[in-house]
Structures are given as C-alpha cells and as structure tokens.
C-alpha cells in the first residue's frame, strides 16, 4: 500500500500547500500580464491525472478494486438511511440539478436577447468590485479562443472523472482502511475539507464554494453508492458553469462591468 500513501499524502498535504503557493503566483503573474493559459492547463492535467493512474496501479495490482473507490453499478441507499435523511439528502442533492440549469438558461438568455444580456449586466455592476476581486483568477483561466475551449472541455471531463475518483472513491476507501471505525457516510462528507483545500487557487469564495459542492458530491455517493452520477452531474455542473462565467469575463473585459 505504499502507492496508496503517497497518493493520499498527496491529496491532504501536498496539493493544499501547492494550491496556496499558486494562487498567489497567479496573482502576480495576472497583475504584470505574464499569466500563461497553457502552463495552467497542462497542469492541471497532471495534477489530476498523474494521483489517478496511481490509483488505477492499485486496482491492476489487486491491492484494491474497483468497488472498493465505488466505481460500481448505483445502488439505492446502501446505507441504510432513514426515511427522513433521504428526503433531506435527496432535496440537497438537486441542488447542482438546479444550478446547472440556471446556468444553462443564464447563457442562453445572455445570448438571445438584448433584454434579458442588459438586464444581466446591470445585476452584475452592483457585485461589480467584489467579483472583479474574487474571481480575479477565475477569469483569467477562462479560454478565449476555440482552441482554449476544445482544452477547457476536456479539463471539464478531466476534473469530472478524476477529482470525484481521487476524493469521493479513493480518499474516502484510503481513510476507512485506516479509521474503520468511522462510517463511511461520514467520510464521504468529510472529504470535502481536502476536495475544497484543492481548490485554492480560486479564492477565499472558491474554496467555500467548492466545500459545498464536494458535501453534495459526497451524498450522491451515500444515496447511489456510486460515483457515477457524481461524475456525470460534476462535468456538467463545470461546463454549463464556465459557459456564463466566459460571459461575466467578457463583461469585465470590456469595461461592461
């Protein structure tokens, strides 16, 4: 299980700190416009890719399996939960339904009418200065071209499949190995401190935001016992998500905001 270690030291120790140390770069890189959009995609890319393969050394190597980090057929409620915890777990985890969504109708309504594009644009002047600040690197990792949103699709996929392997499959299977006493419900809730930590590089707003995602991320696991309806609903929670956040960034760029 050495693989195994280090896969997880990555995740809680290593990416935390790193995430922390490129978020303030990126800042300065934004500030004397020296930001490169491929440096940052390519490595992402690895980042998240490179602790996956590791993972899936682990299942060649039979040391765990796919069912072990949940990469199995849905299973209704395999945990047993009451009535009234399904209900709310249920209600909580439309959420990202919702926002995907309302994302989805945002876009097409920036891009079909003029009313409904103005009528945007004014709501976002009055968060003008707090999201200027806040999403200062978000924007700047936007694509702008079509080549940028080919690279951007796939980071949407990559982050979909990997993050919810590496933090809602493997680190939860890793901390219930070592603390079989926690159950696993729990674990799955509580991977979304690391899961968020990873997040760093987007701001104080960002890794709150992202906490609460990966709670939801983790109910899909607690009500499927898998991590396939995670993986699907993360992807298209990203990519609806980044096509009106392309739209606020061209706001800003052009002085709309």
Not at 82 to 100: F, K, M, N, Q, R
Request: aromatic share 14%.
């Amino acid at each position: 299980m050495v693989i195994a270690w280090i896969i997880a030291g990555y995740l809680l120790f290593i990416i935390p700190v790193a995430e922390l140390l490129t978020y303030r770069k990126y800042k300065g890189q934004i500030a004397a416009n020296t930001f490169s959009k491929q440096t940052f995609y390519n490595s992402v890319f690895i980042e998240l890719w490179l602790p996956v393969i590791g993972v899936l050394i682990l299942v060649l190597l039979g040391e765990i399996t796919l069912q072990d980090i949940r990469l199995n057929a849905l299973v209704w409620n395999p945990f047993d939960l009451s009535t009234w915890l399904l209900v709310v777990a249920a209600i909580i985890s439309a959420i990202p339904v919702l926002l995907i969504l309302l994302s989805t109708y945002n876009f097409i309504g920036v891009k079909r009418s003029s009313a409904f594009r103005d009528a945007y644009i004014a709501a976002l002047k009055k968060q003008e200065d707090k999201t200027k600040e806040s999403n200062q690197v978000l924007f700047a990792i936007l694509p702008s071209n079509k080549y940028e949103k080919v690279q951007w699709t796939f980071l949407s996929i990559t982050a979909g499949i990997t993050e919810e392997i590496l933090f809602r499959g493997f680190l939860v299977f890793f901390l219930h190995f070592l603390f079989p006493s926690i159950p696993i419900p729990l674990l799955c809730l509580l991977q979304a401190i690391p899961f968020a930590l990873m997040h760093l590089y987007q701001g104080v707003q960002g890794v709150f935001t992202t906490f609460f995602m990966g709670l939801i991320f983790g109910l899909y696991v607690i009500l499927f016992g898998s991590l396939i309806p995670g993986i699907i609903i993360h992807i298209l929670l990203d990519f609806s998500s980044n096509l009106i956040e392309r739209e606020q960034a061209s706001f800003v760029d052009t002085g709309n905001t």
